[in-house]
């Protein structure tokens, strides 16, 4: 799909069709080789590990927001250059969040009934993360990663009207800011009303459902996209779901749906299973971040939701997003692995809280 969906941009753009194809099969080698690494490094290793790549990963979010430093693309400032690539730092934010979190919440699993220990010092960690992912800005990351933190919570054992009011606070701020930036209130208000913003901030979306019902149960054929040519710019990216259900149809876009539940169900299972109660925190982070995603990404294009700059996972074009969620999915697996083989003795970990 992304070979069809990219074709005409990347030949208007680098006089190559298969350019966008050639470089997501480089990330895709590199995802595998990560998803591999990380796969073999035994969960245990990261209630040490988690504390620098937390801090490697807020340095990175700190250089975003320096002049001259971070890469500004339409006004967001999220990227920084890495040769002839650039990266988003805040995608290796999640992994250090869900690890973070999740080393943190395992140790005080007793004490997750106090306010300060079970409320405050997490909500800490997390909103160190997620201010310098808000201020890029990236709404849509600080959404998601602010509701896999308090999934994570909850999980844990704080109580419950500690993380109403909490969320009730949170969900006030976020509203606030969101209603001071023009940006995000047009979208919010074209959302709304589309029909009346349809050659503005309506656009994409509109020609997105149009994708959709153009589409139908069988698609007009791969390949055969209109909207991907004249109408939805960035359709590799973002939209690409749209262009699934128009080229491929309906069976295709519930195919898609289906695959994403079963990652979900998988996910879940271990989980449930895993004995290790970090493992068990871990395997509902990563699940949840990836699964929340995509329902963000598919809300988005289907018209459910006000538009967000999120990826759907593992079929939008970009490097970054790939590379972590191969991580993402060689943590899971390193944690269902622990389940079926798991040692006999286990090293004390050294941690640092």
Known sequence: MLASTSAGIAEQRHGNAHHFVIRQLVY????????LAFYRVPIEKWKVWCVPLAVFAGILLIMTLIPGVGVEVKGSKRWLNAGPVNFQPSELAKVAIILLLSAYLAKMQRKMDEFVKGLVI?????????????????????????????????????RFSYLAIAG?????????????????????????????????????????????????GKGVGLGQSIQKKFYLPEAHTDFIFAIIGEELG?????????????????????????????????????????????IINIGVVTGVLPTKGLALPFMSYGGSHLLVSGAMIGILLSVASEIQHPRKTKRKSKDLW
């Open 168 to 216: 009730v606070c949170g969900a006030s701020a976020f509203v606030v800011a969101v209603m001071q930036n023009p940006v995000r209130m047009r979208r919010i208000i074209a959302f709304l009303d589309p029909e009346k913003y349809a050659e503005r901030e309506a656009f994409q979306l509109l020609n997105a459902i149009f994708a959709f019902i153009t589409g139908g």
């Open 250 to 294: 309906m069976v295709a876009s519930l195919g898609v749906v289906i695959l994403f539940f079963i990652l979900f169900a998988s996910g879940m299972f271990i989980a449930i299973k895993c004995e290790d109660y970090f493992g068990r925190l871990i395997a509902f982070g990563v699940t949840l971040t990836i699964t929340m995603q995509a």
């Open 122 to 158: 997490p909500l800490a960690i997390l909103g160190f993360f997620l201010g310098l992912i808000f201020v890029e800005p990236d709404y849509g990351t600080t959404l998601l990663m602010g509701s896999v933190g308090f999934g994570l919570l909850f999980l844990a054992g704080t």
């Open 28 to 35: 895709i080698i590199l995802s595998f080789i990560i998803c």
